[in-house]
């Protein structure tokens, strides 16, 4: 940490330091009138200290950044920015001191990821990863296998070093990349020890014989699937898939789910975004479930995390629940449910149109080229009355799409909205943005829509899609943002972690380059210019989420989030902007240095404890959970709190439903049914 400079003086009249505030004012203007404002400011209580925050170059995201060399800074709130012997002017005989340990570094609006899921994200990140690609973790680099021979060296290379006999689980692998992988070739690995691995979209186990006997999925466990769920299970392969995933689920929660790897991984989620410099996140449609918002609240509602954590609601669970009653106010009565740094954003909720772009479940106008076919996670007619009724009552809407059959689904209910009754500034959102043709492109602009889009897509797909599914004309068109922002739409970024490592610098370097896994360039038309992929991590995630007066910019008055970086991404080459390291955080004017890797592992803390909620470790006694679900009919859309289920309610796709957060649900019925014995 770098020396830090204080100056205290006397106080005066805080009326000069707002004074500055104003655009207009000159310097010698703020002292013209010293004699009048020198007896206001006799009048004034103790004004508190300024904190002036010094930097090498100061990224204000708000188009004036050639004259900020510093800000000023009074409790959490920003009060003015410029040069430093003008702030000191300025303060008059305010007390004030200077803080100069980032004087050598690069200040930039605090960066914010407004799309993670952190409870997939902590059961994720806190097993042997060997992924598709990179995952840079506080406590170190779990490294990409890209092909079949590498993965499973690593697998065995791993299963060979992990002490004990516990289940050794992966997460991280994809078909495409390493082939296929079932329980045979997990059996050569070991046949003693216990394995599963988790596929890379969350939704998919494969399991060896050893994991089989030891969690009791046994061929007479299995004929007690639906006949949909038996279709996608395999006892032969140790392969369980969609519905068949699903179903294995309150087995494989004793493992992939207990108290102490859910905690570990909510500190480790939470340490993992302050690394990347994220100073605000946010869950857009998250697992309804009061039990686990309270498991998080512990963690990320902390005063000494160093981010702010947002919700909106689900509004598809909402919609099947209350679509005939009063789904509004059921809306509005999970909004308490935040606690300390934690809080549910008003007036903005999540609606789903079509499957996950992992498992290529799109909906898609153009034929798939192997043959098979999309699914919709909202069936159109519930989508259509619930966007309906939102929009009615004036909600922002935010609509997860990936397919352009999708997207024509979401621009119809849009437009004949607006038709009927027109709505200004309703920032409609587009959430994920993974294909979409230029003709809707424009619908989304003439309709007043806005774009929030993943841009690694294009990074870790688009190679694969060119020979799997789309062809190379589509797959090079994944994340269309260039055209978008050739039309002047909003745009944002997000990673929907851990669909895609949490770090808004990664994925402004995938949309400026929209380089492959291959090293070429997908659709280079696409690109983004440096400018615009960092306001779709600032300002422009600000306004996707209606925080822009509070964040997104270093501005007057709002609030003091900064991210501190070694190098300036204007400065480096494009390439490069990924490697930039983030070296500390400030939110709400406490600044909160990145600790160097080595302390910064996370441990599974067994002192853990909500009052009144058991460890998740207990929760096998919830048989319920595994007699219900599937096994009677439901989907894996049947929300989570719902006690019984009637076959045939629900007829949204069971894969697309299962592939938005599947383990995250039954973790969260688990919960819920475990809390409800207990009382």
């Known amino acids: 940490m770098r020396k830090t400079q204080y100056a205290a003086i006397g106080r005066r009249s805080f009326l000069r330091l707002l004074a500055y505030l104003s655009a207009s004012a000159a310097p010698g203007a703020l002292f013209a009138d010293s004699g009048t404002l020198q007896q206001m400011g006799s009048t004034l209580v103790s004004t508190p200290e300024v904190t002036i925050f010094k930097a090498k170059r100061i990224l204000t995201m708000a188009g004036d950044s050639a004259k900020a060399e510093a800000v000023a800074v009074v409790g959490a709130r920003i009060l003015a920015i410029g040069k430093l012997d003008d702030l000191i002017k300025a303060a008059g005989t305010q007390s004030y001191r200077i803080d100069s340990q980032f004087e050598d570094d690069v200040m930039i609006a605090g960066l914010i990821d407004q799309h993670v899921h952190p409870v997939l994200a902590a059961l994720t990140l806190t097993v042997e990863i060997i992924a598709i690609e990179d995952w840079v973790l506080p406590g170190g680099t779990a490294k ?40 045979p070739e997990l059996d050569a690995i070991s046949a003693t020890r216990p394995i599963i691995i988790w596929h890379r979209s969350a939704h998919e186990f494969i399991l060896n014989t050893a994991a089989l006997e030891t969690l009791g999925i046994t061929p007479e466990f299995i004929s007690t699937f639906s006949d949909a769920a038996k279709e996608q299970s395999s006892f032969e392969a140790g392969h369980f898939y969609e519905q068949g995933g699903f179903a294995v689920m309150p087995k494989l ?89 934690t ?32 699914e919709w996670i909202m069936e159109p007619e519930l989508f259509d009355r619930a966007f309906d009724a939102y929009w009615d009552a004036g909600y922002h809407i935010h609509i997860h799409q990936n397919g352009d059959g999708g997207l024509d689904l979401v621009l119809d209910a849009l437009e004949r909205s607006m038709r009927r009754n027109p709505r200004a500034n309703h920032r409609t959102t587009i959430v994920h943005f993974g294909f979409a043709r230029e003709d809707q492109v424009q619908r989304i602009q003439a309709l007043g829509a806005i774009v929030s889009a993943n841009p690694y897509y294009v990074t870790a797909l688009s190679d694969r899609y060119a020979e799997i599914g789309l062809g190379p004309d589509r797959a090079n068109r994944l994340v269309p943002v260039g055209d978008a922002a050739k039309r002047g739409i909003s745009i944002s970024f997000h990673s929907d972690m851990p669909m895609a490592p949490g770090q808004p610098l990664f994925l402004v370097w995938a949309a400026v380059n929209r380089t492959t896994s291959s090293g070429r360039v997908a659709g280079p038309d696409q690109r983004l210019s440096v400018e615009q992929a960092l306001r779709a991590v600032t300002i422009d995630a600000a306004y996707s989420i209606e925080m822009e007066t509070d964040v997104g910019s270093i501005e007057p008055g709002k609030l003091a989030n900064f991210t501190i970086l070694d190098a300036d991404p204007f400065e480096v080459a494009p390439e490069a902007i990924k490697d930039i390291k983030v070296l500390a955080t400030v939110s709400e004017g406490v600044a909160f240095p990145v600790l160097p890797p080595a302390l910064k592992k996370a441990s599974l803390d067994t002192s853990f404890r909500i009052a009144g909620i058991p460890p998740l470790g207990e929760l096998l006694a919830a048989k319920g959970i595994a007699e219900r679900g599937l096994r009677q009919g439901c989907s894996c859309c049947q929300p989570a709190q719902t006690s019984s289920c009637q076959p045939g309610a629900l007829t949204a796709s069971s894969a697309g439903c299962c592939s938005t957060n599947a383990l995250g649900w039954s973790v969260a019925a688990l919960w819920s049914t475990r809390l409800s014995q207990a009382t």
Request: net charge negative; with cysteine.
């Open 343 to 374: 809080a549910y954003l008003p007036g903005q909720v999540k609606l789903f149109a079509d499957g996950a772009i992992y498992s290529q479940l799109m909906q898609v106008t153009e034929p798939y080229t192997d043959g098979h076919k999309g």
């Open 144 to 183: 990409a296998a890209l092909d079949p021979e590498s993965y499973l060296q690593r697998l065995t290379d791993a299963v060979a070093a992990a002490p004990g006999d516990a289940p050794f689980v992966t997460w991280g692998y994809h078909h495409y990349w390493h082939g296929q992988v079932r329980r």
């Open 253 to 341: 929660a004793a493992v992939l789910a207990t108290k102490d790897r859910l905690v570990a991984g909510l500190n480790l989620t939470r340490e993992y975004l302050h690394s990347a410099g994220v100073t605000l996140a946010c869950e857009p449609g998250g697992i309804v479930s009061k039990p686990l918002q309270d498991a998080q609240n512990v963690i990320l509602g902390a005063a000494d995390n160093p981010f702010r954590m947002y919700y909106m609601p689900d509004g598809k669970t909402m919609a099947q629940l209350h679509i005939d009653g009063d789904m509004i106010g059921e809306t509005k009565a999970v909004l308490d449910w935040g606690s300390g740094r």
